[in-house]
Structure formats: structure tokens, C-alpha cells
Nanobody, 127 residues
Framework: QVLLVESGGGLVQAGGSLRVSCAAS????????MGWFRQAPGNEREFVAA????????IYRDSVKGRFTISRDNANNLAFLQMNSLKPEDTAVYYC????????????????????WGQGTQVTVSS
């Protein structure tokens, strides 16, 4: 069992930046691939970014490429999503997710790949 807790959401103007964090409860955090997803009101939850266990492989949805950066700190059981040049359409609840995997370099863009989910943190971008 892994407990995930997101933090760092908030209200920001368009063009601004936020960093959301995900703290994991397990000291074996490095055995888990991580992902970030988001859900806007009235929309399905969608993939944002994913990072492999090692941090060496990363993928993004097209609309955030060049603006968002996913990273992880395995020593401190943390994952991050740095969001720059935010747009009103980035407004959503952001969730981190984890799955244990033997693969060091696999990344997982699908929700069904993940077993553990955080409670979400609200990010609101005003125009």
C-alpha cells in the first residue's frame, strides 16, 4: 500500500507558475513509476505526464510539452510537476498516481496502469 498526498495547488494568473508535489508514504518509492493526471469540471480525467522509476524516461501530453516538467526525488519519496506559462485551460484537480514495476525505464500514460492515487490538489488559472 502506498499513500500519496498532493500539495502545492492554488490560484494563479495566466502566464504564471505553480509546482505541485506528491509525497509518498513508502520508503520503496524508487520501485514505483509515477504519473500526473488532471480532471476539469465536466471532463474526464486525463493524462498529463509520467516518469519512470529511474527518472530517465518521461512523457507528456502534447498540450503541456515545453511548459510542464515532471521530476522525482527518490531519496525523499517525492514527485513534482512544475507548471509554467499556465493557461486557463490548465484549471483542474491534479492527481498523482503510482504503480510498482520491475521496469526501471517504463513510463505509463494510461490511468488503468496505476494502482495508487492521491486525493488531488486544485489548480485554478485565472485569465
Amino acid at each position: 500500500q502506498v499513500l500519496l498526498v498532493e500539495s502545492g495547488g492554488g490560484l494563479v494568473q495566466a502566464g504564471g507558475s505553480l509546482r505541485v508535489s506528491c509525497a509518498a508514504s513508502r520508503r520503496t518509492f524508487s520501485q514505483y513509476a509515477m504519473g500526473w493526471f488532471r480532471q476539469a469540471p465536466g471532463n474526464e480525467r486525463e493524462f498529463v505526464a509520467a516518469i519512470s522509476r529511474s527518472g530517465g524516461q518521461i512523457i507528456y501530453r502534447d498540450s503541456v510539452k515545453g511548459r510542464f516538467t515532471i521530476s522525482r526525488d527518490n531519496a525523499n519519496n517525492l514527485a513534482f510537476l512544475q507548471m509554467n506559462s499556465l493557461k486557463p485551460e490548465d484549471t483542474a484537480v491534479y492527481y498523482c498516481a503510482a504503480r510498482e514495476t520491475y521496469s526501471v525505464d517504463n513510463v505509463y500514460p494510461r490511468q488503468e496502469n496505476y494502482v495508487y492515487w492521491g486525493q488531488g490538489t486544485q489548480v485554478t488559472v485565472s485569465s
